[in-house]
């Protein structure tokens, strides 16, 4: 707001405040006018009657040359009003009686009294012989009555008067101005403040969200006029704008963002990535065979096949990220949401699936193909230009090999996202075919060298070979398999204990892995308590290990559904102890039966062996198990006899054996006994 800006309301109310002083110096110089001819008027209706009543004792002071009674007869006249002296004078002009007031001081009003009574300022009379006295009937002038009036006290008496009558004037019209202010500014300068605020909140690019509002009192009026015009502009500059925003950002086949609001769009994603420290991909789509489809079908079919294209996009899209057409058959999608190559992969391959389906377009059925090259912020560019390159990079490198093929930007992430999504596809197909099996791993007492325990260790046969959990775990981890991989895990082990009761009425419990996917999902306790039940084992011979990321994840969660299990009778340990950063504080509220030392420790020993003896100190006051894993040398195994940890195991003891040569080894030779840990 500029300097030289003036409120309407103080501009209106110094109008009203100037126009009301001055109406009331013009009605007060009326009044003035009309007093002052109302005055003139008693006053020269006074000096006559003055005249009349002092001529006849004058006349006979004068004609009896009594100059006592001339004297008292003036001092008479001094008493009226507003009179200054009286003389009288003798026929020969001599001087006979005067008399006069006081001089007044000079008044203010001096030159208006001269106006208004300057003629009316003496008064004289003839004074005639008395008409008693003999002699002749003619008229006889013995002297001359002069009497001189004070005509600016008459004025200043006057003006003392009108003064009440100014003030009383000047405050109904201020008290006027006050009231006509605080109406203007209710009905008039008030609104228009709201609409000029209101003004100032409209957004240049949505115009129409924030309209002007109009008053109540100003609906029908000229200013709720003005408001509702307005309002009419500011929608209709609205809807120009966004046509015009359309057309300057959005492809007009498809009503996908066009290049300019991608890149756009990208700006803002990268700035958010750089902020929270996150990734996201780049899909770059090229759709195979489309010139065949406008050569065959013509412009207008392929046109119309490319806006289903679109539709097929967003809907697998989703909220996941935005799609944009770049022109031709060319089509990006920023997918924000997806941060991982694993996760890009994903999406990408179920996007083919999508975008596979037959299309019917009139008579004509289309099998839609793409090639798609993926990029990832910031591994692949860290601009909008750079990552929509490479992606198109990655994507001349899938059509190469071949129609209906995906590739990263960088070679070996293809290769490792296609290895992992045969891996995933073969696991579904694993569970279905029964191509797990366990291998059990003996846990002994470091002291007897009897057979306490042993863990169950998932392994996968296939095609006659057995593959690495280390390369097949963390795929399913990562895709969700491993729930009900675990769920088999645990079913596979209950079996085994009812087998082993029923055929050698022998009792050894056996230990199972739960990954933190699989101790996540709400149905873990209900599955692990039903699966013993159906097999009629006994709670304690099943021991469920649990990762110490597992816990830390939620550890309220993680404590109410180990205290379900404990309170049920299950043995409950904690796998990989020490190698977390935050368990030490939570340990004594885990309802928990057994450590685990980590192999990483034991494989120390007995060089560095700090951690470990921390543990077995923590396992032995919080009256716990102890069971260290990776026990591979003699070495390591006396210290750990020394040091009295309880349990051991590991290569130096066994490797993983597979069922039969397990039960062959340890359970044959136990027949009809009883093991407990």
Not at 465 to 475: D, E
Request: aromatic content about 8%; hydrophobic content about 45%.
């Amino acid at each position: 707001m500029s300097a030289s800006f003036k409120s309407l309301t103080w501009k209106q109310t110094s109008l009203v405040v100037f126009s009301a002083l001055f109406f009331a110096i013009a009605i007060f110089i009326v009044e003035i006018a009309l007093v002052g001819v109302s005055a003139r008027d008693q006053l020269k209706a006074s000096q006559k009657e003055l005249l009349d009543s002092v001529e006849q004792p004058a006349a006979n002071a004068v004609w009896a040359l009594d100059d006592n009674l001339a004297k008292q007869t003036l001092e008479g006249v001094l008493k009226v009003q507003h009179v200054g002296s009286a003389v009288i004078e003798l026929d020969d002009g001599s001087m006979f009686v005067s008399v006069s007031s006081p001089n007044l001081h000079p008044s203010i009003f001096e030159k208006l009294s001269h106006r208004l009574f300057g003629d009316l300022k003496e008064i004289s009379r003839s004074l005639l012989r008395p008409f008693y006295f003999e002699g002749t009937e003619k008229q006889q002038l013995i002297g001359t009555l002069t009497v001189f009036y004070d005509t600016q006290g008459l004025t200043d008496s006057l003006f003392s008067q009108l003064k009440f009558s100014l003030i009383a004037t000047l405050a109904r019209a201020l008290l006027i101005t006050l009231v006509l202010s605080v109406v203007f500014h209710r009905f008039l300068t008030r609104p228009i403040a709201h609409i000029s605020e209101a003004i100032d909140k409209i957004e240049p690019d949505s115009p129409d969200e924030n309209l002007l509002p109009v008053d109540k009192s100003h609906i029908d009026d000229e200013l709720g006029l003005v408001t509702s015009k307005f309002n009419q502009i500011l929608i209709q500059f609205s809807q120009t704008q966004s046509k015009l925003r359309k057309m300057a950002t959005r492809d007009p086949l498809t009503g996908l963002p066009n290049r300019t609001l991608l890149l756009e769009t990208i700006a803002v994603t990268i700035q958010r990535a750089r902020v929270h420290k996150n990734q996201f991909s780049m899909v770059f789509i090229d759709l195979d065979r489309f010139k065949n489809v406008n050569d065959s079908l013509g412009h207008a079919l392929g046109d119309k096949f490319l806006a289903r294209i679109a539709r097929v996009l967003e809907r697998v899209v989703g909220d996941k990220g935005t799609v944009a057409r770049l022109g031709g058959d060319e089509f990006v999608i920023l997918a924000d949401e997806i941060q991982t190559p694993d996760q890009a992969a994903d999406f990408v391959d179920s996007l083919l699936i999508q975008l596979n389906t037959p299309m019917q377009l009139n008579e004509h059925t289309i099998h839609p193909a793409a090639s798609v090259g993926i990029s990832i912020y910031p591994d692949d560019g860290m601009t909008a230009e750079d990552l929509i390159r490479h992606a198109d990079i990655a994507m001349y490198s899938a059509k190469a090999a071949g129609s209906n093929q995906w590739a990263f930007f960088k070679q070996q992430m293809t290769e490792r996202a296609a290895v992992r999504l045969r891996t995933e596809a073969s696991l579904h197909d694993a569970l279905k075919n029964e191509e797990f099996l366990l291998h059990y791993q003996p846990k002994f007492d470091i002291k007897t060298g009897k057979i306490l325990a042993c863990e169950a260790l998932i392994r996968w046969k296939k095609d006659g070979r057995l593959i690495s959990p280390l390369s097949f775990i963390p795929v399913a981890e990562e895709t969700g398999i491993i729930i009900p991989i675990g769920r088999w895990v645990i079913e596979e082990a209950c079996k085994t204990l009812r087998e082993w009761k029923i055929k050698y009425n022998f009792a050894l419990p056996i230990a199972v892995n739960v990954a933190s996917q699989q101790f996540a999902d709400a149905s873990l306790v209900p599955d692990i308590k039903q699966l013993a039940l159906r097999y009629q084992i006994s709670p304690e011979l099943l021991e469920i290990e649990i990762t110490e990321t597992s816990l830390m994840n939620d550890i309220e969660l993680a404590i109410s559904k180990l205290q379900q299990l404990k309170s049920a009778g299950f043995g409950i340990a904690v796998d990989d102890f020490g190698t977390g950063y935050s368990s030490l504080s939570y340990l004594r509220h885990l309802p928990i039966t057994t450590m685990k030392i980590d192999r990483c420790f034991v494989t120390d020993l007995p060089q560095e062996s700090a951690i470990a003896s921390t543990i077995l100190m923590l396992g032995k006051q919080l009256n716990l198990k102890v069971v260290a894993e990776g026990v591979e040398t003699e070495e390591q195994l006396n210290w750990l006899s020394s040091n009295e940890c309880q349990i051991g195991q590991g290569f130096y003891f066994s490797k993983p054996l597979e069922h039969d040569e397990f039960v062959d080894k340890y359970i044959r030779p136990n027949t009809a006994s009883i093991s407990h840990i």
